[in-house]
């Protein structure tokens, strides 16, 4: 329910409904939990069991849209209510949330498997055809041309997957898409990690990492996409593809450290032109050249930063990640103080007008009035009695909702800073240490060893008489 329910992903919840129950994932939880414990045999907090299959105490839908059908946000979330009230009727408990950080835009609708009146919903082949066909209803009669053909015999599939086999593209390549589509939204490898895995990939650490595309059968080691989707690759086409290597524009105030950098761009350069090093692509809509070398771009970034920010000495900039370390715990500390405030202020808002709106209500049961007493007392400690006591506290949430809005965008410059400041030093160490070219050179021989061993293993064919 947090994740559904993220602000950050629901523009601040504006983008969030609910049915029966509240927007607030812990409201939303005790709802949904106080009617399934009255109806099922089971507990709604109770744990899955050590084998076979627990109950099914909620359902989760992930509902996205083509784009090629340009559904706004609103539209998108319109539907989402309509496909819910049609499906599930008017007493069903259900939090409908639309997300707009991804590529496309997608509805997460989590409904619980009781209603108030204690229909059991029952998620099996004849439930999940109907909720196929009704998506189909809704999206048509608000002008939406179903992306794929749920009326039709055979396995559905995601629309992705539909996408990959018209085009006739195999999962290595849906893969690969799908980490440059990720690439520029990311800040480091572990983000894209996660983001592969929001979308149904399987991510697997090992001595390699793994990745499995949602419906395919077998793990494939990112080292198997291609040099340009190594660990290595990946971290540095992260790392510095907001920097570039505007080269033309530095000032040169021939430091130590730019008279290394300098060099072995140099060195690099002349492998590349000569084959004799990996070839990884800066630039993946780009055929391979000296120009779109990844090893190549990213001394060059690494070179604008040092010349940009003024980087003198490596004692310099072992000061400066000290310090920009410093400054990026504390700032950890602000957020999390200012996230537990802001939720708590959350809370109490949401208290209030449930309060506010309830207080007259004589037709209620004995929880409800249970809940707002309890409610009652608490917003009797901050003294207000009164909807206009909201106003100030309104003010004071998104107060803090801007706070926290520019402490992660701080947070988020500070780590990008200090990972590069981290990989310019680790750079120059083996740079200095004269490690860098012969690295370089090492890595391209084991590499042409390996291919060449993979072309003896091969079955050759026989020829014929």
Known sequence: MRYILNPDKTEDRLLTSSINCMTEPEFAYTAMSAVYDQYAKDRFDSPSPNSGKGTVKAIHYIMSFADSENVTPELAHKIGKALVRKMFGDDAVAVIATHVNAEHIHNHILVCSYSLSGQKFYDNKATVRKMRETTNGV??????TPALNFENEGRSMNYSEWQH????????????????????TVNDLDDLLSELERRGYTIKRDKYLYIKAPRQKRSVSLWK?????????????????????GNSELRFTNSEIERAHLGIISKVRILAAENKKVPRRADNNAPYSVKNDLDVFCLSAQLTVINRDRIHSIGDLEGRIKKISAEYSAMQEQLAQELLEQEKLQTLIEQCEYYFANRDNYDMTA?????????????????????????GLRFRNNDLLKNITDTKDMLSQRKNKLVRYVDIRDTYNRISHGDYISNLVEEEKS???????????KPKKRKGR
């Open 225 to 245: 996409l291609g040099e340009d989707y190594t660990e290595y690759s990946l971290n540095a086409r992260i790392i510095w593809r907001a920097v570039g290597n």
């Open 139 to 144: 999206c048509r009669a608000y002008g939406i």
């Open 447 to 457: 590499r042409r060893e390996q291919e060449k061993q993979k072309e003896n293993n």
């Open 367 to 391: 929880e409800d009035i249970n809940r707002l007493e309890i409610i009652k007392n608490i917003i009797r400690e901050y003294n207000i009695s009164s909807p206009q006591d909201l106003i």
């Open 165 to 184: 086999r018209r085009n006739g593209t195999s999962w290595k390549e849906q893969i690969r898409q799908e980490i440059d589509r990720l690439i520029p």
